[in-house]
C-alpha cells in the first residue's frame, strides 16, 4: 500500500462525516505536544479519522496538537484528571512512572529499528508496555518517531567537543546522565520550550529527531547537526485504565483494531519523514550536517556506554540483556 498516512486521511476524510448528532456520542480528547505534520502528528489524525470512520455516531476523537491544551509539564496530570483521554508522550517522559522504561533512553542500546521494534514486540517489550498499570495508566501501543541526532552551535565530531555545552533534554534521568558523561550540562524543558531557550540561550545544544528539528525550525538556532543516531524517539500511546475500561467492550476492540492499524501506519512512513525533513534542514542552507565516521561514532559510544552501568542495577541484567539479544 503506498498511500501515504495523509493520504489516506484526505481520501478518509472525503468520505466520511466527522461528527455525529447523536447526543450520547463518546468524545476521546487526544492531545499532543508536537505539530500535526510530524509522525505523532499524523498518527493522531488517522486515529481520528478511522474512528469517525468505524465508530460514527458513537466515538468522535478531538485531536489536540502542538501542546495547545496540555504540555510536558501537565498532560500526566491532566490524564490523571480526566481532561485528556489519550496521550502520546515521548517514553522518556514516563519514566518516573515506570522506571524501568529508562532502558529505552539508554545510548546506543538498540542497533537498528528493526532491534527496537522486534524487542518492544516481544514478551520483555510487551511487559514494559503494561508497567505503567500500578500507575492507574495504560499502555496501548508505541509508536515511533525515529532516531535522535545532535545539534549545537559548534560542530560536535568527537564527544570532547560536547564538553562545557548545556543540552536542552526531556525529562529523564537516563538522558541527563548521558550528556553529564560527556563533560556537558543538562537542562530538562518541556518541548514546546526549547525554540525559545534556544533563541535565547538558555541552552545551546540539543538531541531530537529530524521531524522535531524541522517542525519547531530548530535548525535556525543550531548551525550544526550531527548524525549520531545515538538513540530513540519512541512514544508510548496511553489512556487512563478506569477511563478506558468504562468504555463499552465493543467500542474498545474496535478502537484497540484501529490503533493497530494506525501503529502500522505511523512505523512504516515515520522513517521516511524523518529523512524528507532531514533533507529539508540541509535545503535550508543554514546549517551543517555532519556524518560521523565510522570510527568517530566508536568513540561517541565509548563515551556515552558507561551509562549503562549506572543503570544497570535499576533495569536488571536480564531486562538489558533481552534489548541486546534483539540485536
Ligand atoms: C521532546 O520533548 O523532545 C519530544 O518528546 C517531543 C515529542 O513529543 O516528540
Known amino acids: 500500500m503506498k498511500s501515504s498516512i495523509l493520504g489516506l486521511c484526505a481520501l478518509l476524510s472525503a ?18 505536544v508536537v505539530a500535526p505534520e510530524t509522525p505523532k502528528g499524523k498518527g493522531a ?47 522518556s517522559k514516563l519514566t518516573e512512572l ?13 542497533e537498528s529499528r528493526a532491534a527496537l521494534d522486534h524487542f518492544q514486540a516481544r514478551p520483555s517489550g510487551r511487559q514494559l508496555l503494561q508497567s505503567l498499570e500500578p500507575a492507574g495508566v495504560i499502555g496501548l501501543a508505541y509508536w515511533p518517531n525515529g532516531l ?41 524543558l518541556p518541548f514546546n520550550q526549547t525554540l525559545q531557550a534556544l533563541t535565547t540561550g538558555t541552552v545551546n545544544a540539543t538531541e531530537n529527531t529530524w521531524s522535531n528539528y524541522w517542525s519547531q525550525r530548530l535548525d535556525q538556532q543550531q548551525r550544526y547537526f550531527t548524525e549520531s543516531n545515538h538513540g530513540a524517539l519512541d512514544y508510548m500511546l496511553i ?63 565509548d563515551a556515552m556506554r558507561p551509562v549503562w552501568q549506572r543503570y544497570e542495577g535499576e533495569l536488571g541484567a536480564s531486562l538489558l540483556k533481552a534489548a541486546e539479544t534483539s540485536n
Not at 98 to 110: T, V
Open 15 to 32: 468520505a466520511l462525516p466527522m461528527t455525529s448528532s447523536y447526543a450520547d456520542v463518546i468524545t476521546l480528547r487526544f492531545s499532543h
Open 45 to 91: 489524525q488517522l486515529f481520528q479519522q478511522l474512528v469517525a470512520q468505524r465508530l460514527a455516531g458513537q466515538v468522535q476523537v478531538e485531536v489536540l496538537p502542538s501542546g495547545t491544551a496540555f504540555t510536558d509539564a501537565n498532560e500526566l496530570q491532566a490524564l490523571q484528571d480526566g481532561k485528556v483521554d489519550i496521550l502520546a508522550p515521548a517514553i
Open 98 to 110: 515506570s522506571p524501568k522504561l529508562k532502558l529505552f533512553d539508554l545510548p546506543f542500546l538498540f
Open 148 to 188: 535522535k541526532q545532535l545539534s549545537a552551535r559548534k560542530p560536535l565530531r568527537e564527544p570532547g567537543d560536547a564538553k562545557g555545552l548545556v543540552f536542552r533534554i526531556q525529562n529523564s534521568d537516563v538522558l541527563q546522565s548521558q550528556f553529564e558523561a560527556l563533560g556537558a550540562t543538562a537542562v530538562r
Open 239 to 301: 489512556v487512563k485504565a478506569d477511563r478506558w475500561r468504562t468504555l463499552p467492550f465493543a467500542v474498545r476492540s474496535t478502537l484497540e483494531e484501529i490503533i493497530d492499524q494506525v501503529t502500522f501506519e505511523v512505523k512504516k512512513q515515520s522513517e521516511a519523514e524523518n529523512q524528507r525533513d532531514r533533507a529539508r534542514i540541509a535545503a535550508a542552507g543554514g546549517s551543517e550536517i555532519i556524518t560521523l565516521t565510522p570510527e568517530q561514532r566508536a568513540r561517541w559510544r
